[in-house]
């Protein structure tokens, strides 16, 4: 971990630390009267954090995932934390009619993202055949009375994005279920924030602009839930031919997704959730036969607000009007408290 910084802020003390984690940069925010416990809680978080990477990192041999993947079509008893994402990451699969599909391992991996993001765009790879399409969570089995994971003959498991999300959320539950009296956690760009803020203003998460990571695009302000960006532009790598890919995949044929939208950041009450909206949002973008107009999109829609960037680099909301302050060419230093890296 990097080194602690305190705050004092008009209405509380506050130490925050920045390290890697889950390939990403991870950022941690603690509020609290009590300078013993604040520094106890990043402790705390930095440790849950690596065991929940250790438990879910397909690039860890030794991971619970790693392993239900190498034992497909057997069933393996996993931890609670494991089970639980599962068990989330299906539930956004049914909600999202498959626009969120973490079983595209499979493609993702065709696409030469079989290794840490940053041997992937170091050392690029000759890609094969593309286009393997997701198999769908059906294939998927859950036991909870064992708590066990069954994967199909075929099925793969990657925790991608809804990993990073669903860790800051357990983070910030745990911390809070502790007695601390606020936490912030920003994992890529997934941010889980709830209780007492470092200022009265409340916590404000900034909004990278997708092509500029020096520049903040809008912000939001709220008490308490998750604030997710994914992007098609920062993940990106090229093959041994120059062909540019990246990571958001298209369940429907595994092909990397064309969408006219660089980035969507979502709001919702927590950050999975957000997570595998944005993603959603994504696909739905990219659907010509019906849009994302559709009764069954404002469906989806309906408990979340988007902010997205086009590739005309338009800015765009959707959901309660005045969630999101658009800002104009705003530096990331000016935002009291932390900027969200798009993913």
């Known amino acids: 971990m990097t080194a602690v910084s305190t705050i004092t802020g008009r209405m509380a003390t506050t130490d925050e630390v920045r390290f890697t984690a889950m390939g990403s940069d991870a950022h941690v925010v603690v509020v609290d009267p009590s300078d013993a416990v604040r520094r106890d809680a990043l402790r705390v978080a930095g440790e849950r954090i690596e065991q929940l990477e250790a438990r879910w990192s397909r690039f860890r041999p030794t991971s619970e995932i790693s392993r239900l993947n190498e034992l497909r079509g057997v069933p393996v008893v996993v931890s609670h934390d494991t089970y639980r994402l ?3 990451a299906v539930k956004a699969c049914d909600f999202t009619g498959g626009r969120y599909d973490p079983t595209v391992l499979d493609a993702i991996v065709a696409l030469g993202y079989n290794r840490d993001f940053a041997e992937v765009r170091a050392a690029p790879s000759a890609i094969g055949s593309l286009g393997q399409p997701a198999p769908g969570c059906a294939g998927v089995r859950l036991d909870p009375y064992v708590r066990s994971v069954g994967l199909g003959v075929g099925v793969g ?10 860790a800051a ?5 745990e911390l809070r279920a502790c007695g601390l009296a606020g936490a912030m956690v920003n994992l890529g760009g997934d941010v889980a924030v709830d209780g007492q803020a470092p200022t009265d203003d409340g916590w404000i998460v900034g909004i990278e602009d997708p092509c500029d ?5 809008a912000r939001v302000t709220l008490e308490s839930g998750g604030v ?3 992007s098609s532009v920062r993940r990106a790598w090229r093959d041994v031919n120059g062909r540019t890919l990246h990571h958001l995949v298209d369940p429907r044929d595994g092909q990397p997704l064309e969408s006219s939208l660089r980035s969507v950041t979502i709001v919702a009450g927590a950050a999975w959730w957000a997570e595998a909206t944005a993603k959603a949002y994504f696909v739905a973008s990219a659907e010509t036969q019906f849009g994302v107009q559709t009764s069954e999109m404002r469906v989806l829609l309906e408990d979340v607000h988007g902010c997205c960037v086009d590739d005309l680099d338009q800015v765009s909301t959707f959901g309660e009007v005045g969630v999101f302050d658009l800002v104009s060419d705003q530096r990331r230093e000016s935002i009291a408290m932390v900027a969200s890296s798009s993913r």
Request: hydrophobic residues 40%.
């Open 228 to 230: 997710c960006t994914s």
């Open 157 to 166: 498991f990657d925790p991608g994005g809804i990993g990073k999300g669903l």
């Open 86 to 88: 599962i068990e989330h």
């Open 213 to 217: 990571a020096s520049r903040i695009i």
């Open 169 to 173: 959320d357990i983070v910030v539950e």
